[in-house]
């Protein structure tokens, strides 16, 4: 690990603090280093659309739309290798949430994620990205034996 020195003018430092307390940081260190590493994300998207992130994509739909469900699930099995885990919800009478954890390059999960909330009867939807690191992360289909993630979590096959 390095220290890293920085200098800001009273005002920054302030409103830098009001936003540690805010978000509930115990240091100005690990604030810091999640801002970093926001920025890099957001870099990294920019840059590279084969970026591995992991997305988040929730949207909320009407079920008694024509056909939506079975469309809403064939794009689901069309594109079952970006897929980690999916919930579902009753709200109401008429209206659903579903929640899909998604692993993959940028582009793919934009692109997927796009096509669902475009979906008619979709009627609100939005995705969160997280980038990580191409060392941490293998994308693509894992073989039953590989620790996914790219990590060994202990767990016996």
């Not at 430092?13 to 999640?34: H, K, T, V």
């Amino acid at each position: 690990m390095q220290r890293l020195t920085l200098s800001l003018d009273d005002q920054l430092a302030l409103a830098f603090d009001e936003l540690m307390r805010r978000n509930g940081y115990a240091s100005r260190s690990e604030a810091f280093r999640d801002m970093l590493r926001g920025e890099l994300g957001r870099q990294a998207a920019t840059t590279d659309v084969n970026t591995p992130f992991i997305a988040i994509l929730s949207y909320v739909y009407d079920h008694h739309e024509r056909q939506l469900s079975a469309r809403l699930t064939e794009l689901q099995h069309d594109h079952h290798e970006l897929t980690i885990s999916t919930m579902h919800a009753h709200l109401s009478h008429d209206e659903c949430v579903e929640t899909a954890i998604l692993r993959g390059p940028l582009r793919q999960l934009t692109e997927f994620a796009q096509s669902v909330i475009a979906q008619t009867g979709v009627r609100h939807g939005s995705v969160n990205l997280i980038p990580l690191e191409a060392a941490k992360l293998s994308v693509g289909p894992n073989p039953s034996n590989a620790p996914r993630g790219g990590h060994d979590h202990g767990h016996k096959p």
